[in-house]
Every structure is written in structure tokens, then in C-alpha cells.
């Protein structure tokens, strides 16, 4: 049997600031019949990143604004298992192997060979499928499915509960929740249970492009459309029909997007960039964000009417705070796949009071900052096994324990009154400094003042 990866399955992302070099590079994928993108810079590729699934990133080294070694570590921060192939001058060797050890699958120097490096990307994309694929690897188990939403406490299975019921619907799905609580799993959740399991599941984060790109990305242009559209592109909704398309933080959503994606959803109609003609796509929205989008309606921030096209079965994410329950099962989930990524590492498991201490601590940033600790914990770990000492920097600190309302009897100035409340609002927050300050209407300095006076 051919064990080669079908190149019909693979997108691949080259970056490169000269034309002639990105256009030969999408030619030569393009041909083997990979789906090939292309970025001017780097900025542009971190954008598309943000928009579409990649299997590999082809980059050039020297580019103007970021190199393609800062590409490389900010790609590694935001995709871990993402491969990336550089391409090199001559010259730049040293650099090249630097690469290496900060995590480039590998690099080519200029002139490269065509072949060789489409047979490398194809490599690289086996390597990562090894990786995420189900069983044993360096006698490590593997960790759960990256889709696979980790808990059973009260609030997890009542999560499951609404999951189970908007997934045999065709409407559209409003998911809420702070920032970090797993929106994009609960939307691949649903898509999975549904009919449309087996039907594209695209998604895009409309926070992480500009309003020009993302028309362009999201509805697709004709060939001629704009200067650099030398080939036509299809679109996400059209890549989504027949399946699920996942808007992840809708409420920043440009606004001169939003009236197109309100006919969408009313008539399915989608017209690409320089077309005047439409076409019909049959496509389930899922929609996330973290903002209160009932407030960005009553501001003139986002339309009513696509609000209540969204808005059709609510789903609202419990912040970590209001399951703690989940959170051992959580952090084993996390040192599992920590280990996969830092295969050198010591770590074979984490001690139940470290568990206890995680369980006791407050996270602001949610699942995502649970996990990005234990990712901490993993690499920097000397040891087989994860104590409480390991996780001392990233337990959020909490506020003093000054209580309010202030009691009765007692002399309270404005400072003092300033300094309580201040402690107050951090305690229900975690002690995230940011959003304490978001919630008392005043910036970060000032928040700070407040903490530190009067003096008693």
C-alpha cells in the first residue's frame, strides 16, 4: 500500500517577499495537487495562519520587517506541531542550523531543488500525522483527541447536555464564554455529532486579518479582482459547503462584513470579490465570542439583525472557575501532550498535591492558562514527577483579603474606600489585573495606585 500523504488533503503556506520565488512555489504544489497559499511577509502569513488550517509552512529566511526565523518562533508559541521548512541563502548556514534547534522541521539553501523540497514537505506533513495519530509513541501515551472536551462535573455534563441537543439542528449556534474556556472544542463537538461529521469543518478567527483579507478569504475573489489576484480562490464558505463554517470571535467581526454574512445566513448566497454573480453554498454557522454582544448591539457595534440570526441556540462555556472538579483530569490531559511536544523531557506524571494545589488556584485566563502552566511545568521539570513547587509561578496571586461591603462603624476615606473595592473586584477575578481594570472603568496605572494607598 502507497504510505505516501495524499499531497489532495495537504494546504501548504510559502512565504517569501519575491514573487517570481512564490508564484515557481505554488506551482510546483500546486501541481502534485496540494492546496498552496502564498504571503508576501510574514505578517500576512500569520494572518492567513489565522484563517485557515495549514499542514506545512515553506519560508525564506531574509524577508523585509519579520525574518523568517521570528515567523518560526511565532509559529511554534501559537502552533506547536506545525512544521516549518526554511529556505536559506548560502550564506546564512549558521542560521539555518540554529533553526534547527528552535524548532524548524528542517531547512533547503538556495538554489533548492523542486522535487526535493516537495518530498520534504510531504515528509514533514507524515511526521506531524505520526504525531496526532492514535497510539503508542517513544512509550508514551498518547493524550485524548485534541477535540475531545475534558470533564464530568456538574457544569461539564450539562455543557454536553446543550452540545447533544443544537447538534442534531441545522441552526445556527451562538457559543459564549471568557476567553480561554474552549469555544472552537465546543464547536468542533457539535459538528461532530451532527450530520455533518463527515462534511468540511472550516474555521477562521475574524480578530486576525483585515477587513480587505478577510472579504477575500471568507467569500473568495475572481482572478483580476484586485491587484495580486493572479488566481481565483473559491473562499472558506465555499470550502465550508455541505459543512460547518466556525466564526471564532465574531464581535470583532469587521462591520462592513457583517451585512454580507447576514445574507448568508438568510439566503445562503455567497458573491466573491469582483463577481456580480452569486452563488448558493449550504453551510451550518458557528459563531464564538467573549464579548457581550447584547451590549455591542445596544452601542451600534454589531447589527441586531445578525445578532438574532446568530443567536438562534445559545451556548454559553463555564469559565474553569466554575468547575474545578475537571481540573486533575484537565492537567493529566495537559502534562500528556506537554510530553509529546518535549519528548526529552523527564516527566512521566504529576503528584496528587500538585493536582490539589491546581484544583485550589484561581485562572483567570481559564483552560488555556491551565494548560500553557503545565506546558511550563513539563519543560522546565528535572524530575519524572510534577510537584506543587513547579506550578509556584504560574499560580495566580490573590487580592488582599480587605473586605466589602466595609463595616459599619468603621472610618473609610475615598482611598481607602478606592483600595477595598479595588480588592475586591481582583478577587473576583482572579486576579486578573486587566479585567479588574476593565470592569472598574480605569486603566492600569491607576489600578495599581489604588492597590498601593492609602498606607494604614
Not at 10 to 27: G, I, S
Not at 91 to 117: H, M, N, W
Not at 351 to 380: C, K, M, Q, T, Y
Request: contains cysteine; aromatic residues 6%.
Amino acid at each position: 500500500m502507497n504510505n505516501r500523504v495524499s499531497a489532495t488533503r495537504n494546504r501548504v503556506l510559502v512565504v517569501d517577499d519575491d514573487l517570481d520565488t512564490r508564484e515557481a512555489l505554488r506551482t510546483v504544489f500546486s501541481r502534485e495537487g496540494s492546496t498552496c497559499d502564498v504571503a508576501a511577509n510574514a505578517q500576512d502569513a500569520l494572518e492567513l495562519l489565522g484563517l485557515r488550517t495549514f499542514d506545512a509552512v515553506v519560508s525564506d529566511v531574509l524577508m523585509e520587517g519579520m525574518s523568517g526565523l521570528e515567523l518560526l518562533d511565532r509559529i511554534r508559541k501559537l502552533q506547536p506541531l506545525m512544521p516549518v521548512i526554511l529556505i536559506t541563502g548560502a550564506g546564512q548556514i549558521s542560521g539555518a542550523v540554529d533553526a534547527i534547534k528552535r524548532g524548524a522541521f528542517q531547512y533547503f539553501t538556495k538554489p533548492c531543488d523542486a522535487e526535493r523540497l516537495r518530498a520534504m514537505v510531504v515528509e514533514a506533513i507524515r511526521s506531524r500525522s505520526h504525531e496526532l495519530a492514535p497510539g503508542p509513541r517513544r512509550s508514551q501515551p498518547l493524550a485524548p483527541a485534541p477535540s475531545k472536551l475534558i470533564g464530568d462535573g456538574p457544569a461539564m455534563r450539562s455543557l454536553h447536555s446543550s452540545i447533544d441537543r443544537v447538534a442534531m439542528s441545522t441552526a445556527p449556534v451562538l457559543i459564549t464564554g471568557e476567553t480561554g474556556v474552549g469555544k472552537e472544542l465546543v464547536a468542533r463537538a457539535i459538528h461532530e455529532k451532527g450530520d455533518r461529521r463527515n462534511r468540511p469543518f472550516v474555521a477562521v478567527n475574524t480578530s486576525a486579518v483585515s477587513e480587505s483579507l478577510f472579504e477575500s478569504e471568507v467569500f473568495g475573489h475572481v482572478r483580476g479582482a484586485f491587484t495580486g489576484a493572479a488566481q481565483a480562490r473559491a473562499g472558506l464558505l465555499t470550502e465550508a459547503d455541505t459543512g460547518t463554517l466556525f466564526l471564532d470571535e465574531i464581535g470583532d467581526m469587521p462591520a462592513g462584513m457583517q451585512a454580507k454574512l447576514l445574507r448568508v445566513l438568510q439566503f445562503g448566497e455567497v458573491r466573491p470579490v469582483g463577481s456580480d454573480r452569486p452563488h448558493r453554498v449550504d453551510v451550518r454557522v458557528l459563531a464564538a465570542t467573549h464579548r457581550d454582544l447584547a451590549a455591542f448591539v445596544r452601542d451600534g457595534r454589531f447589527r441586531e439583525d445578525l445578532y438574532f440570526r446568530l443567536n438562534v441556540l445559545p451556548i454559553v462555556v463555564p469559565p474553569l472557575r466554575l468547575h474545578p472538579e475537571d481540573i486533575p483530569a484537565l492537567a493529566r490531559h495537559f502534562v500528556s501532550q506537554a510530553v509529546q511536544r518535549a519528548p526529552h523531557s523527564p516527566v512521566r506524571t504529576i503528584h496528587e498535591d500538585a493536582l490539589r494545589v491546581l484544583s485550589d488556584s484561581a485562572w483567570p485566563g481559564n483552560v488555556r492558562e491551565l494548560a500553557s502552566a503545565v506546558e511550563r511545568a513539563v519543560v522546565f521539570c528535572s524530575g519524572e514527577v510534577l510537584t506543587p513547587e513547579h506550578f509556584q509561578a504560574a499560580i495566580p496571586v490573590r487580592a488582599p483579603n480587605l473586605a466589602w461591603p466595609p463595616a459599619e462603624g468603621t472610618p473609610w476615606t475615598v482611598l481607602r474606600l478606592n483600595r477595598a473595592y479595588t480588592a475586591w473586584v481582583l478577587e473576583q477575578t482572579g486576579g486578573d489585573k486587566p479585567r479588574a481594570a476593565e470592569i472598574l472603568g480605569i486603566d492600569l496605572s491607576t489600578l495599581y495606585r489604588w492597590q498601593r494607598g492609602p498606607r494604614d
